[in-house]
């Protein structure tokens, strides 16, 4: 254990500190640069502003287990920075980057001023010793972020010499708590293991959602996870200020399950944690080590079993809907979001977290855990179609790739030489139900790849799009969101027919529901309101109908909201000069015709400050 005397600190004095673990400040310079290549936004309504950069700093801590970036500035509304780090051993090779989409400030808890942090993230053994790093800014509605000073956090809080022992909770539920690493001496050797560090811990019997993390802290796994989780709590507790470690529950890439938040009772009581700026409460937050955000990092295997019996566990103890969805926010945050989601599916949230690589697969850990509960599953909202499964078919020459095929879905992918004869590839589902479904597209990118490859869509429509193979790296590609029947009369195809120099990748095709939110079609309080909308669904504009029973629901508005909970339009009250059409009385309609900008896709019509809401399907 290290000392334990705390001093308070001034922002990027270059010292070493005697916390709970030697940490250190060190301010680093801060300059515009040019970028040669600036990211996308991970956001559409992102736009790049500027860059800048801090650097070269050399730590003076003659250990490194973890570091972590602090800033000072302004970040409003909906604007975002990425910062993008370097490390070397010795200030002329550099390594990297990282990306860290999650620069943010305190608004979990902490105290709350100008300062703006990354992740935490972990180092092996040895440490690299110098480190820069270049921030890019992103506006948002007219609101631009900014940096006025920046450096970095380096934390020694020791390598673990040990090997720790997982416990087990006796917990009341069909589905039991699962065994985990706890807080104390054989467990990750908190520093403060059976207590909050400072305040008083909030808790809860009632659970709305699960939300799912990753911790974003490098890019390979961590060597020492014991070490990553003081980190991880020496920087939440130490720097920003909080009661705590922020999330409930950690996991590592070998299956262990980590506590996280203290909690006085962990197998009855869940503690509130500080994972989810405005969603914390009634909200457990769990987090798996490493940055999936990376092209070729995915979730190791035995992280998988561990991770649905957590979730399965608290499912079944707060009787939780895999495939529900319900209210959840602080006020003026509110969202209708499904019940197991990520990090970056709440509305207010700026985020890539989960990551590229581990978000997508949200709708299978829904699928399990219902399968699991329920004995027999749920209706499936994600299918996969690979091009080792039967549903793939080609056509014309494709060659097994050999190019890091660790990095491919499955371990293996097909390649073609774009032009000459006709060559393509199709992916054909087989789908249970008709509906909109969020496609996506999974390849290995690489500068030999064709920069203009074209897909046909093949659902309710006949969509062509255009999509690079060059950048993103190995991970799954949005294409879009287009209707499908049900059955297998619908496919995406990718075709080599185009002017385009360099090869065409075929791997494999995601198809997930937009219907995840499972928002229900019927009035949860029919006695006080009907809501009703014809025609559904419908391609240019609805008709909601609205019946007000026993005289309440006087003039209501309505509220209509995206999957991810965002509320996409409002319309005035019914009855009021400016609701067209008018409506004389409580009892009446209003046409709804979307934005322009909106797309195809399920929405939530809801009667605003009622239970009463209905499902729409929009088909541009």
């Not at 400030?105 to 990354?118: A, K, M, T, V, W």
């Not at 399965?312 to 602080?330: A, F, L, M, V």
């Amino acid at each position: 254990m290290r000392m334990t005397i705390v001093f308070a600190f001034v922002l990027f004095t270059s010292i070493v500190y005697a916390t709970i673990y030697p940490m250190e400040y060190v301010r680093a310079e801060l300059q515009e640069i040019v970028p040669n290549n600036v990211p996308e936004p991970i956001k559409s309504y992102l736009h790049f502003e500027r860059a800048l950069a801090i650097g070269p700093v050399c730590t003076g801590l003659d250990d490194l287990t973890g570091f972590a970036l602090l800033l000072e500035g302004e970040l409003p509304g909906k604007s975002s920075i990425l910062a993008e780090i370097y490390w070397s051993p010795d200030g002329e090779q550099w390594l990297g980057p990282i990306h860290d989409w999650e620069i943010e400030p305190n608004e979990d808890e902490g105290p709350i001023d100008e300062r703006l942090y990354s992740n935490v993230f972990y180092t092996d053994r040895p440490a690299a010793k110098y480190y820069r790093a270049n921030f890019y800014l992103y506006s948002a509605g007219g609101t631009s972020p900014e940096i006025r000073a920046a450096g970095f956090v380096f934390m020694d809080c020791g390598w673990t010499d040990y090997d720790v022992v997982p416990v087990t909770a006796i917990s009341t539920t069909d589905w039991p708590m699962p065994t985990y690493v706890n807080r104390g001496p054989s467990g990750w050797n908190c520093a403060v293991p059976d207590t909050f560090n400072t305040g008083t811990p909030t808790y809860y019997t009632t659970i709305t959602h699960v939300t799912i993390h990753h911790t974003a802290g490098a890019t390979t796994t961590p060597s020492d996870p014991c070490a990553q989780m003081r980190n991880i709590w020496s920087y939440h507790v130490l720097t920003r200020g909080w009661s705590d470690i922020g999330y409930n529950f950690i996991l590592d890439h070998l299956g262990n399950i980590y506590q996280g938040r203290y909690s006085a009772d962990l197998a009855n009581l869940d503690v509130r944690a500080a994972h989810c700026s405005y969603h914390n409460a009634n909200v457990m937050g769990f987090s798996v080590m490493g940055n999936f955000d990376v092209a070729g990092v995915f979730i190791h295997e035995p992280t998988w079993p561990a991770l649905y019996d957590l979730i399965t566990w608290k499912c079944s103890q707060r009787d939780i809907d895999p495939y529900g969805t319900e209210w959840n926010g602080d006020p003026g945050y509110e969202d209708y979001a499904p019940c197991i989601l990520g990090h970056k599916d709440w509305s207010s949230a700026a985020t890539a977290c989960p990551g590229m690589n581990f978000h997508p697969t949200i709708p299978t850990i829904r699928d399990t855990i219902a399968a699991r509960l329920s004995g027999t599953g749920g209706e499936t909202d994600s299918f996969i179609v690979d091009n080792g499964d039967p549903g793939f078919g080609d056509w014309g020459t494709w060659i097994e790739g050999t190019y890091a095929p660790e990095l491919a879905w499955d371990l293996d992918y097909q390649y073609c030489t774009a032009g000459g004869a006709e060559e393509w590839a199709r992916w054909t589902p087989t789908l249970p139900y008709a509906d909109t479904f969020d496609v996506y597209i999974f390849w290995i990118a690489g500068s030999n790849r064709t920069d203009n490859v074209m897909f046909n869509i093949v659902g309710g429509a006949n969509d062509t799009i255009f999509l690079s193979q060059q950048g993103s790296g190995a991970a799954w590609h949005h294409a879009g969101r287009f209707w499908f029947e049900s059955g297998d009369g619908g496919y995406v195809q990718v075709s080599d027919q185009f002017d385009d120099a360099g090869v065409v990748i075929a791997d494999a095709v995601m198809w997930i529901s937009s219907t995840i939110m499972s928002a229900p079609d019927f009035v949860r309080n029919p006695t006080a309101i009907t809501l009703s909308a014809y025609p559904n669904p419908f391609n240019s504009s609805v008709t909601i109908t609205l019946i007000c029973h026993s005289g309440e629901g006087r003039n209501p508005e309505i509220e209509i909201f995206d999957i991810n909970g965002r509320m996409v339009a409002q319309i005035p009250a019914i009855g009021s000069e400016s609701a067209k059409p008018l409506s004389t009385n409580a009892s009446g309609a209003c046409r709804w015709q979307p934005d322009a900008a909106l797309g195809s896709g399920v929405y939530l019509v809801r009667v605003k400050g009622t239970n009463a809401s209905a499902k729409v399907i929009y088909m541009k």
